[in-house]
């Protein structure tokens, strides 16, 4: 893997160091990063602008923040596109289905396939690569979403990679029955002597299931 020629690497590596699964977080920000700059920097972008219409504009989780934006004119045109299809529809009785799929869902999983395809390849030895783990495996982890999507991308995950999530899952799993366990009537004490992070390990597990949302 030439780390050299990967912003991949910093990126992750940034994330990493936040609470959550790195990718979910490298996700998040480069989707809404990308939905920021379409609308304010290429709303006359042709191909954008008849893919967002072929959908039926955003799906209802990347629409949900358009009221946020900067650029309320750019928003106001993708929406008038979708309201006269809409419309059209009303007036001829006709059930409105969409043609395509939500362009950010799109780039959200071009986002998804980059920096997957990158973890599968950093089974090397080179300085960057063990730095590399040595951040990944001070972090969460990739979720359980996420790392479904691994193993269904390729056979041939980095034995420190399958490693330390294997041992991560399995770890969290005996945080979250001790928690359980000491959250019975009688156990306040052993429950008062768990570490901060224990006490509230359900916010992690709920994090690991679902992914890093926004």
Same mark, same amino acid.
């Given at each position: 893997?030439?780390?050299?020629?990967?912003?991949?690497?910093?990126?992750?590596?940034?994330?990493?160091?936040?609470?959550?699964?790195?990718?979910?977080?490298?996700?998040?920000?480069?989707?809404?990063?990308?939905?920021?700059?379409?609308?304010?920097?290429?709303?006359?972008?042709?191909?954008?602008?008849?893919?967002?219409?072929?959908?039926?504009?955003?799906?209802?989780?990347?629409?949900?923040?358009?009221?946020?934006?900067?650029?309320?004119?750019?928003?106001?045109?993708?929406?008038?596109?979708?309201?006269?299809?809409?419309?059209?529809?009303?007036?001829?009785?006709?059930?409105?289905?969409?043609?395509?799929?939500?362009?950010?869902?799109?780039?959200?999983?071009?986002?998804?396939?980059?920096?997957?395809?990158?973890?599968?390849?950093?089974?090397?030895?080179?300085?960057?690569?063990?730095?590399?783990?040595?951040?990944?495996?001070?972090?969460?982890?990739?979720? !359980?979403?996420?790392? $479904? =999507?691994?193993?269904?991308?390729? +056979?041939?995950?980095?034995?420190? *990679? @399958?490693?330390?999530?294997?041992?991560?899952?399995?770890?969290?799993?005996?945080?979250?029955?001790?928690?359980?366990?000491?959250?019975?009537?009688?156990?306040?004490?052993?429950? !008062?002597?768990?570490? $901060? =992070?224990?006490?509230?390990?359900? +916010?992690?597990?709920?994090?690991? *299931? @679902?992914?890093?949302?926004?």
């Amino acid at each position: 893997m030439a780390i050299d020629k990967h912003i991949n690497f910093f990126e992750l590596e940034k994330a990493c160091e936040q609470e959550g699964c790195p990718l979910c977080r490298i996700v998040n920000d480069r989707t809404w990063r990308y939905l920021d700059n379409m609308l304010f920097e290429h709303i006359s972008d042709r191909p954008f602008r008849a893919a967002h219409r072929a959908a039926g504009g955003f799906c209802r989780e990347h629409s949900k923040n358009l009221s946020t934006f900067r650029d309320g004119l750019a928003v106001a045109i993708l929406g008038r596109d979708i309201l006269e299809d809409r419309i059209e529809s009303f007036r001829k009785n006709k059930p409105w289905k969409p043609r395509e799929r939500c362009p950010i869902c799109v780039e959200e999983e071009r986002i998804e396939v980059e920096y997957l395809s990158f973890l599968a390849e950093s089974g090397g030895q080179s300085p960057e690569e063990l730095e590399l783990r040595r951040k990944f495996t001070a972090s969460e982890g990739l979720c !359980a979403p996420h790392y $479904e =999507a691994l193993l269904r991308r390729t +056979k041939k995950i980095p034995v420190w *990679l @399958r490693d330390f999530q294997e041992a991560k899952f399995t770890t969290l799993l005996e945080r979250v029955n001790r928690f359980i366990d000491l959250s019975a009537y009688g156990k306040q004490d052993q429950f !008062a002597a768990l570490s $901060e =992070a224990d006490k509230v390990v359900w +916010k992690e597990l709920a994090r690991t *299931l @679902r992914g890093t949302v926004q």
